[in-house]
């Protein structure tokens, strides 16, 4: 039997007013010239961190925002290409403040889109995978769950 090990990652979409905080990226899938993509600000679950700690991590590291979560928008699963499975935990959040800082390597920018702008991104296939278009529709349309639906025993707060 083969041991199954989904790969544990965080995503805030930080929302202002109707603009949304995308990260542009290299496509390290791409073959040739190197194309970008746009993803919220993301990334993996280090060992000995919380969900909570994490996404504030990744969205310091990636976009330069300090930002203030107001809720758990939920588990969203899906397999990449490569077959890898990824269980990200989404959050909804507002910008705090913009901290002058380098961005993680293969980050080439952060800004922020309009719905429309966004929509144009995902027809031309240019948004790194289905979550970013579904994170984003379900911020507009459902309500977060309180972060107190997440009971860390390993990291109480």
């Known amino acids: 039997m ?3 090990l989904p790969h544990v990652t965080v995503a805030a979409v930080v929302v202002d007013r109707d603009r949304f905080l ?15 993509v746009f993803n919220q600000p993301a990334g993996h679950l280090e060992a ?16 330069g925002w300090k930002i203030t979560l107001e809720g758990y928008l939920g588990l969203y699963i899906n397999t ?21 800082q380098s961005l993680d390597e293969g980050i080439i920018q952060a800004d922020w889109y309009g719905l429309t702008q966004i929509e144009a991104l995902e027809r031309d296939g240019r948004l790194r995978s289905p979550l970013v278009a ?3 529709h379900d911020a507009l349309t459902a309500r977060p769950y309180p972060l107190t639906l ?8």
Do not use: C, K, W
């Open 2 to 4: 083969t041991r199954f």
């Open 22 to 36: 995308l990260v542009e990226e290299r496509d390290r899938l791409a073959i040739g010239a190197a194309p970008t």
């Open 48 to 63: 000995n961190e919380s969900l909570i700690d994490a996404v504030h991590r990744e969205t310091l590291e990636e976009s």
């Open 80 to 100: 990449a290409p490569n077959g890898v499975v990824y269980h990200s935990h989404t959050f909804v959040a507002r910008p705090g403040q913009r901290i002058s």
């Open 134 to 136: 579904r994170r984003i």
């Open 150 to 157: 997440i009971r860390d025993l390993d990291h109480p707060s």
